[in-house]
């Protein structure tokens, strides 16, 4: 009998310290990540979650000329990630941010002087990631035509972006953003790696 009861009350105690030796499950919450395209140098800028002056962009100066003879003529110019990641993607809130857009000025001018951007630009924004060893599109953006003159050297281009819903919790190992200017313009289309380029995701953190 003794040992029956020993037996019990040893039961009851490890029923009893169950719940308090289990492992709490990791909750994800909602947050947004931020990244600016900043570089050093002649480098065409990284995606980084610090914002910084930097120096350095690129671009192609015949980008939407080429457009008609060529549909898709021009590389775009690719700006990968080099932290903030992994990264848990959430759709239910679009990508947003603005993509600083710059003219050519003639070889040895000064800024604001002889610039010789004109026509009527498109910017296209594609943004693609690697999950689950798949590289896969995220989302993509086409801009309004709006209006370069030799009058002004910089665009600042709203961007808002609708991820694949597909991808909601999916976590990305990569992210690489893709520029071009397409359209009936000239001489316009550089990427200026200062970090006024910036990108907010909606993310998946852990609490």
Do not use: W
Not at 27 to 49: E, R
Not at 58 to 76: Q, S
């Amino acid at each position: 009998m003794r040992k029956v009861l020993i037996g019990l009350v040893a039961l009851s105690l490890v029923v009893a310290t169950a719940p308090a030796n289990a492992k709490k499950k990791t909750k994800l919450v909602p947050a947004d990540v931020t990244y600016y395209n900043v570089g050093s140098g002649d480098a065409c800028g990284s995606l980084t979650l610090t914002q910084s002056e930097g120096d350095g962009g690129c671009g192609n100066p015949f980008y939407g000329i080429l457009e008609p003879a060529d549909p898709g003529g021009g590389v775009p110019m690719q700006h990968l990630a080099v932290d903030g990641l992994p990264l848990t993607l959430d759709t239910s809130k679009p990508i947003t941010g603005s993509v600083t857009v710059q003219s050519y000025l003639l070889a040895g001018a000064p800024m604001d002087v002889d610039v010789v951007g004109v026509g009527q630009a498109v910017l296209t924004v594609v943004l693609t990631g690697t999950t689950g060893g798949e590289e896969v599109t995220i989302g993509e953006f086409e801009s309004a035509p709006y209006l370069v003159t030799p009058a002004e050297i910089e665009y600042v281009v709203e961007v808002e972006i609708a991820p694949d819903e597909a991808l909601n919790g999916k976590v990305f190992d990569s992210l690489t953003m893709s520029l071009k200017n397409i359209g009936n313009s000239l001489f316009h289309g550089v990427y200026p790696a200062d970090g006024t380029t910036q990108l907010t995701f909606g993310a998946l953190v852990k609490k």
